[in-house]
């Protein structure tokens, strides 16, 4: 049973490019959430989606930050005009239910690097 | 809301020591207390929980910890460091019953020195 898969695991993108960070959940997980992590901080709460739907999206930045979980495949993170200032690793986790008790499955993170 | 605060970012610990990585949380509801482990360039891997009942909690890799509810902590410890524990820990807390938002803290890098 494979874990949360992100891809890719490296990203480099020029300012002003746009970044698509991919997530698909484990197997039988329909709740997926991102968290970013800066350069010596912990990580961030960004956004909870389950599928088809955002359930909160309140640690999001307002602008050129998206999110979605469609019916059909992964989980997609966008950030479109990249700054310097995204450069973090973007984390995604699973479960499968709303019950935080079990805690999340965490992917390997996928590093994005604006230059 | 709810917080968490990891005191000391870097902790040096000679191999056969014991290690001590403390947390504090501030809730305002009894809360569900995590840890995890980061290793470089990788996840975080889930080490313990703490939801109800016992207030020791066993996990993986002979680390243990204490949900201390009069001192608001959840202090992480291990009798005797392996090389191999060289890594990024990290304390989460979220409210009971929600969905979402682990919280965590900003993290602890554990050295272990021969």
């Known amino acids: 049973n494979a874990g949360v898969m992100q891809n890719p695991r490296h990203l480099v993108r020029r300012r002003g490019q746009e970044a698509r960070l991919r997530c698909s959940p484990m197997?039988?997980?329909?709740?997926v959430y991102w968290y970013r992590q800066l350069p010596e901080e912990g990580l961030k709460f960004m956004v909870y989606?389950?599928?088809?739907?955002?359930?909160?999206e309140s640690g999001m930045p307002k602008e050129r930050f998206s999110a979605e979980f469609p019916k059909e495949g992964p989980s997609i993170l966008r950030i479109q005009q990249v700054v310097r200032g995204d450069s973090a690793a973007y984390f995604c986790a699973s479960s499968q239910n709303r019950d935080i008790r079990d805690g999340y499955t965490f992917g390997s993170g996928t590093r994005l690097t604006v230059v | 809301a709810q917080s968490v605060t990891q005191l000391g970012s870097h902790v040096s610990v000679s191999e056969g020591a014991l290690v001590l990585l403390r947390c504090n949380y501030s809730?305002?509801?009894?809360?569900?207390l995590f840890w995890y482990v980061q290793y470089p360039n990788q996840g975080l891997q889930l080490l313990l929980k703490?939801?109800?009942?016992?207030?020791l909690v066993k996990g993986i890799n002979g680390f243990e910890a204490e949900f201390k509810k009069s001192e608001t902590s959840f202090h992480l410890t291990k009798p005797s460091a392996h090389m191999s524990d060289a890594a990024e820990y990290f304390c989460?807390?979220?409210?009971?019953?929600?969905?979402?938002?682990?919280?965590f803290g900003t993290g602890t890098r554990l050295q272990v020195t021969l």
């Open positions: 989460a807390v979220s409210i009971t019953g929600t969905a979402s938002k682990l919280t």
């Open positions: 197997k039988g997980h329909s709740h």
């Open positions: 989606l389950q599928k088809e739907n955002i359930i909160d």
């Open positions: 703490y939801t109800t009942g016992a207030t």
């Open positions: 809730s305002s509801v009894p809360p569900y």
